[in-house]
């Protein structure tokens, strides 16, 4: 073989496309699809984004061209700038740090009680039928509507704020249980049941699990409803946490600061419900599509 013959490229048989060719081929498409796809995800980043800029455009806009008051509506930059210095001087995660330990700690409360009592409720008959009574009852009266009642109880310090939380928080995780556990698909259950599985693993492999959803639906619901409760709570009678930076910057007419504490509430609430969404999807990581 000579030395012509070793160097030459293979020949293609007749009729075979080169692997080069069918690779070259395939990298348009391959990079139409990568481009599409990096559309796509910066496009759901983006809309959100767009929508918040637009209304912090609108915030900043309305009190400098008259629309309305800029004593009772600063524009944006100068409730900024309050947040701003709030933060640097520490008092607002002094009040932030107070409103969260409360809230946390009756938002856990909640979840111990109701979770449990969720699950026994909607399974064992004889429970539910001792429970639904006092529970129909309590569950249309409003949280706001028994500060009152809390306050002269326990008092106005921490323990009838917690006390008032845990009273918010346990309604929609209980409710929002009851029905996971009653909607579970009996197919599954009785596949279950058919393989031998005792109560117990019916519980843990088939009950829990398909209730996931349901339940933590309810559990955003009532962390939603433990900061709220927790900030009017607050406003009545408390020497820290953001409610009573709102009110105390009402009274003082710091209006910056009273916006600012308006804007730590709401970030608060969406770094609690981000926190919530990963926990939801790494426990319901058997669905399909997204959560």
Same mark, same amino acid.
């Given at each position: 073989?000579?030395?012509?013959?070793? +160097? @030459?490229?293979?020949?293609? $048989?007749?009729?075979? #496309?080169?692997?080069?060719?069918?690779? $070259?081929?395939? !990298?348009?498409? *391959?990079?139409?699809?990568?481009? !599409?796809?990096?559309?796509?995800?910066?496009?759901?980043?983006?809309?959100?984004?767009?929508?918040?800029?637009? =209304?912090?455009?609108?915030?900043?806009?309305?009190?400098?061209?008259?629309?309305?008051?800029?004593?009772?509506?600063?524009?944006?930059?100068?409730?900024?700038?309050?947040?701003?210095?709030? $933060?640097?001087?520490?008092?607002?995660?002094?009040?932030?740090?107070?409103?969260?330990?409360?809230?946390?700690?009756? =938002?856990?409360?909640?979840?111990?009680? $109701?979770?449990?009592?969720? #699950? *026994?409720? *909607?399974?064992?008959?004889?429970?539910?039928?001792?429970?639904?009574?006092?529970?129909?009852?309590?569950?249309?009266?409003?949280?706001? *509507? +028994?500060?009152?009642?809390?306050?002269?109880?326990?008092?106005?310090?921490? &323990?009838?704020?917690?006390?008032?939380?845990?009273?918010?928080?346990?309604?929609?995780?209980?409710?929002?249980?009851?029905?996971? #556990?009653?909607?579970?698909?009996?197919?599954?259950?009785?596949?279950?049941?058919?393989?031998?599985? &005792?109560?117990?693993?019916?519980?843990?492999? #088939?009950?829990?699990?398909? @209730?996931?959803?349901?339940? =933590?639906?309810?559990?955003?619901?009532?962390?939603?409803?433990?900061?709220?409760?927790?900030? @009017?709570?607050?406003?009545?009678?408390?020497?820290?946490?953001?409610?009573?930076?709102?009110?105390?910057?009402?009274?003082?007419?710091?209006?910056?600061?009273?916006?600012?504490?308006?804007?730590?509430?709401?970030?608060?609430?969406?770094?609690?419900?981000?926190?919530?969404?990963?926990?939801?999807?790494?426990?319901? !990581?058997?669905?399909?599509?997204?959560?």
């Amino acid at each position: 073989m000579s030395s012509v013959e070793l +160097l @030459a490229p293979p020949v293609a $048989a007749r009729g075979q #496309v080169p692997r080069t060719a069918q690779a $070259a081929s395939r !990298r348009p498409g *391959a990079l139409a699809r990568g481009g !599409r796809a990096v559309r796509a995800t910066a496009w759901r980043v983006l809309k959100p984004s767009l929508a918040i800029g637009l =209304f912090l455009l609108l915030w900043e806009l309305a009190p400098r061209l008259g629309l309305v008051d800029k004593v009772f509506l600063p524009p944006f930059s100068v409730v900024a700038g309050a947040f701003g210095d709030l $933060a640097a001087s520490g008092e607002l995660w002094n009040h932030a740090s107070a409103s969260l330990s409360r809230a946390l700690t009756g =938002f856990a409360v909640a979840i111990a009680i $109701a979770i449990p009592l969720g #699950v *026994a409720i *909607a399974w064992y008959r004889p429970v539910a039928e001792f429970v639904n009574p006092i529970l129909e009852l309590l569950r249309n009266t409003a949280a706001l *509507a +028994l500060l009152p009642v809390f306050v002269l109880v326990l008092g106005i310090g921490e &323990t009838s704020k917690v006390a008032l939380v845990i009273y918010a928080s346990t309604f929609p995780i209980l409710l929002n249980t009851i029905s996971g #556990v009653r909607t579970v698909d009996p197919l599954l259950v009785k596949s279950a049941l058919s393989l031998g599985l &005792t109560p117990i693993r019916l519980f843990q492999k #088939v009950i829990l699990p398909a @209730a996931v959803p349901t339940i =933590f639906t309810g559990i955003r619901m009532a962390a939603a409803s433990s900061i709220l409760v927790l900030i @009017a709570a607050e406003m009545v009678g408390a020497k820290a946490g953001l409610g009573y930076l709102i009110t105390a910057s009402q009274y003082n007419f710091q209006i910056p600061k009273m916006y600012a504490g308006i804007i730590a509430i709401s970030l608060l609430g969406l770094v609690f419900n981000g926190i919530l969404i990963l926990a939801e999807r790494r426990l319901s !990581r058997w669905r399909v599509g997204p959560i």
